[in-house]
């Protein structure tokens, strides 16, 4: 899983690909576990400090395999910033949306709008990278905005699904970024942002939450090590592999996937099943999944603007 060696920070036009489906199959279905097992660790510990604690071990994890695999430190202080906001948006954000999101709303529902980055990430691909959309990819965009909107109302609404969402932007600005962050280890570099974002969240915990309080359960630390190593140090290195690689577009849709990996997840942990619009608006979403997964001619890519963004 950690093979992937640096690439590139633009890739040519004619060097984009599909990703590849069993990889994407188990990132999504390792991040479907996370909400579980994010709801389950919540009985023990508090929010902030169980995302910092996340964050902060599965950096350390990252980077003790690259100083072992003797990889390569970044350098320069526009790759020392970039990770930095990197980590800030992608780390300190987005799990602190996400931890909260899922506190606040049904699992399946939080799974299902903190991985809007499908919808969220198309404008961006094209302005950023030249990633033109065709009208299929298009309309599919309408679709699964209309499916998101049904899982959010009967799923609560309100602040759960803002935060669940603000998670999802904030994951797709750390997409966008790591693509300028292709001349670098893919290893010591997501290590790295993991750590700066889970610095930033401890800071934030122990001014809004105080002195971590914290029940190390059997429950919890299996929780924390699946979350930690699984649910983000491995699946983070290979997304990041992978975006630097593949159009944005049909990567970021794979992770459709999730919610629906959460929420069969959710039903068999929590007994709680979709019915009624949650429903209705989960097969939206993933019919607009399926739709910008498959095969198509390739639409023209403008030239990607030289500099930084």
Do not use: K
């Amino acid at each position: 899983m950690f093979h992937a060696r640096s690439a590139p920070a633009a890739p040519a036009a004619g060097a984009l690909r599909a990703p590849r489906p069993w990889r994407m199959v188990g990132i999504t279905a390792a991040w479907g576990a996370c909400f579980v097992a994010i709801e389950w660790g919540l009985r023990d510990a508090s929010l902030l400090w169980y995302a910092a604690l996340r964050a902060l071990l599965a950096g350390a994890a990252l980077l003790a395999l690259g100083a072992a695999l003797r990889r390569p430190a970044p350098s320069g202080a526009r790759d020392w910033g970039r990770i930095t906001a990197l980590g800030l948006t992608n780390v300190t954000v987005a799990f602190a949306a996400m931890f909260a999101g899922v506190a606040g709303l049904a699992t399946g529902t939080a799974a299902v709008l903190a991985n809007a980055q499908p919808l969220l990430i198309l404008l961006p691909a094209w302005w950023l990278y030249g990633e033109a959309l065709s009208v299929r990819t298009s309309v599919a965009l309408v679709v699964g905005f209309a499916g998101l909107v049904l899982v959010a109302v009967p799923g609560g609404g309100g602040s759960g699904a803002a935060l669940s969402l603000l998670s999802a932007a904030a994951i797709t600005a750390g997409t966008l970024l790591s693509r300028r962050l292709g001349g670098l280890d893919v290893v010591v570099f997501t290590g790295w942002h993991l750590l700066v974002g889970g610095a930033a969240l401890a800071a934030l915990a122990a001014v809004v939450e105080g002195a971590p309080v914290i029940a190390w359960t059997p429950r919890f630390v299996l929780s924390l090590l699946f979350l930690a190593l699984v649910g983000t140090a491995g699946t983070t290195v290979v997304w990041f592999t992978e975006a630097r690689r593949s159009r944005l577009d049909v990567l970021s849709a794979w992770t459709f996937l999730t919610p629906v990996f959460g929420i069969v997840l959710a039903a068999v942990a929590f007994a709680t099943v979709p019915a009624g619009w949650t429903a209705a608006g989960l097969a939206g979403v993933l019919a607009a999944m399926w739709v910008i997964v498959q095969p198509h001619p390739r639409p023209a890519v403008r030239p990607v603007p030289a500099g930084p963004p």
